[in-house]
């Protein structure tokens, strides 16, 4: 009895360890990836379309370098997250947020540097009579920051999830390092990190696709709030909507699947130990 329940009690280790190693990989790696693709973007140009891909830590530039000719072939590619934000703005929609792959630009404010991240949106101040405010400094109108808070949420949670992964990171590891107990909510929260992923984006997407009102709604406007593709194929005006789980779902999936069977393992060697 006591060999078995030293040998649950190894495996429950083996499996947290292998857990916490694999939620180290999965902060680096793409989890999932969306693409619009039109015949106005060729595939000589753009590969697999207008493509970003999304990590815990921010949404970065999915596209592939020019393969078409020898003498244009490009490593370098298209910057398809700036391309995805001007098709976005376009139809009213807000601009992604980067989280910490933001190229924050400085702007001269009160005699100040301030870096503003991309998705920031300014307007002009109003008095009471709708005219613009000048400012008696620079005599041009005066800027008002009118940012959605949704939109800071977001930038917030990403820029500071290597914290948050940080905080699963030390569950885990009390839950590893704790072998009396059975805790199992510490390895059970880790566990769950591919469905925190999957609640930010689904409703991300949900707040981006029902506020299209960046500039009055829109070019187009005929298009109402919708529900961007989740996954699978849709479409958006003359645009193929693409969006498909990246291998890095895959990596967090396992963590759910090791730190589910640690919990397991572990419960098991406590209850030989009692018998």
């Known amino acids: 009895m006591k060999n078995q329940s030293n040998n649950f009690g190894l495996l429950y280790k083996i499996f947290g360890v292998t857990g916490v190693l694999l939620i180290i990989a999965a902060y680096f790696m793409p989890i999932w990836w969306v693409a619009l693709q039109s015949h106005q973007y060729p595939k000589s140009m753009y590969p697999k379309g207008i493509r970003i891909e999304f990590k815990y830590n921010g949404v970065y530039n999915g596209c592939e370098g020019v393969q078409e000719r020898a003498e244009i072939t490009t490593n370098e590619g298209a910057d398809c997250l700036m391309e995805m934000t001007a098709i976005n703005h ?35 101040q109003k008095d009471a009579d709708g005219e613009d405010v000048i400012d008696p400094e620079t005599g041009s109108a005066k800027q008002i920051d009118v940012t959605p808070a949704y939109l800071n949420f977001l930038n917030g949670v ?6 948050i992964f940080g ?32 609640a930010l984006y689904i409703y991300s997407m949900y707040w981006y696709g029902h ?34 789980p990246y291998w890095g779902f895959g990596v967090t999936m396992l963590v759910f699947v090791f730190f589910i069977f640690a919990n397991l393992f572990k419960k098991k060697a406590l209850l030989l130990q009692e018998k």
């Open 90 to 124: 376009y139809i009213g929609m807000f601009p992604i947020v980067q989280g910490t792959n933001s190229r924050v630009y400085e702007e001269l404010k009160s005699g100040q540097k301030k870096q503003v991240p991309e998705y920031y949106v300014f307007d002009t």
């Open 158 to 163: 990403l820029v500071n999830s290597k914290y």
């Open 167 to 198: 905080f699963l990171i030390l569950l885990a590891i009390y839950f590893i390092v704790t072998p009396k107990k059975k805790n199992s909510i510490f390895a059970i929260i880790p566990a769950l990190l591919p469905f925190y992923f999957l």
């Open 211 to 244: 506020h299209l009102d960046l500039h009055g709604g829109g070019a187009f406007s005929g298009i109402k709030p919708f529900m961007p593709t989740i996954f699978g194929h849709g479409k958006v005006a003359q645009f193929e909507t693409v969006a498909y």
